[in-house]
């Protein structure tokens, strides 16, 4: 990988990609960011200054980072004129996704057209900011043929968005299920999570070549099942487990879409952001030509 990277926004890095499978030599921008941003502990931790007040916490954000999972819209409904004012005192370069509000994936309403609908209204003023609209499914959403109907409604409510899908279990990594987010050009989101059994599994499929998205949860196999959130997200990824990670995943994801986004999950005591900072330099010394 060999390409300068002067001019680019925080945490973005351009990757150069070698021609391929006939593909052309090509470069594919990749940006850096965490899963929320609003958290009183990242105060506690020093990734922002003391006394941070949660209003001046984006702005803050976006000296590192450019892009950002909103995670609110998933514990409650998006609304337009919340996330209009977001997007005026955003810095300009930062860009967003949005998670699908749980209403529509882990306690789904029988009105969940009603809220797909409202959920499109809310998350209108995103506009060409918005990277993808994210659909996290719960860990016992399994291939079933109602599962399968169920998400294929849901997938036909969001057309005209883009959409990335994070499947939790291993029965959605079949060559059916890519070729058919294929169709749809819907990125399949790649997790790094522990490898328990049951969970999907880590890959590098590219299912639309306009993004690859990839979430970063951490490894803690003792808390992921633990049924306490601070412990399941507590982990600190090491150099060694980032430089590997890339050296084993990113230029078979980057080599096939035209940009991507890597998004850190692992929000105790400030660790996504630590971590995302140190992807975001690993990825700039690997495109430098540094190994």
């Not at 105060?43 to 984006?58: C, I, R």
């Not at 909103?70 to 998670?99: D, I, S």
């Not at 969940?112 to 900011?129: F, M, S, T, V």
Request: proline share 7%.
């Amino acid at each position: 990988m060999a390409s300068e990277n002067s001019g680019i926004s925080p945490g973005r890095v351009e990757i150069h990609c070698p021609p391929a499978a006939g593909r052309p030599e090509r470069i594919c921008p990749v940006s850096v960011g965490t899963c929320g941003y609003s958290y009183t502990e990242w105060v506690d931790s020093g990734f922002y200054p003391p006394g941070t007040k949660s209003t001046a916490m984006l702005g803050l954000y976006g000296r590192s980072f450019s892009v950002v999972e909103l995670n609110y819209t998933w514990y409650q409904m998006a609304r337009a004129e919340a996330l209009a004012r977001m997007v005026e005192k955003a810095p300009p370069q930062l860009l967003f996704a949005a998670k699908l509000t749980r209403t529509m994936t882990h306690e789904r309403d029988d009105n969940w057209r009603e809220q797909l609908a409202l959920y499109r209204q809310g998350i209108a003023p995103l506009k060409k900011r918005l990277v993808a609209v994210l659909i996290q499914l719960p860990p016992d959403f399994d291939r079933s043929v109602a599962n399968r109907s169920y998400l294929a409604a849901l997938l036909d409510g969001l057309q005209e968005l883009p959409v990335a899908v994070e499947f939790r279990h291993h029965s959605w990594a079949a060559d059916p299920v890519f070729a058919e987010l294929e169709r749809r050009r819907v990125t399949l989101v790649t997790v790094d999570a522990p490898a328990l059994p049951g969970l999907f599994p880590a890959l590098d499929v590219v299912t639309n070549p306009a993004l690859f998205y990839g979430r970063f949860h951490g490894r803690n196999r003792e808390g992921w099942r633990s049924g306490n959130m601070q412990k399941k997200f507590n982990y600190d990824y090491s150099d060694e487990e980032l430089r590997a990670w890339c050296s084993s995943r990113l230029l078979p994801l980057a080599a096939r879409a035209e940009q991507g986004v890597l998004l850190f999950n692992n929000h105790v005591r400030a660790q996504a952001p630590q971590n995302g900072k140190k992807m975001a330099v690993i990825l700039a010394e690997l495109s430098n030509g540094e190994r």
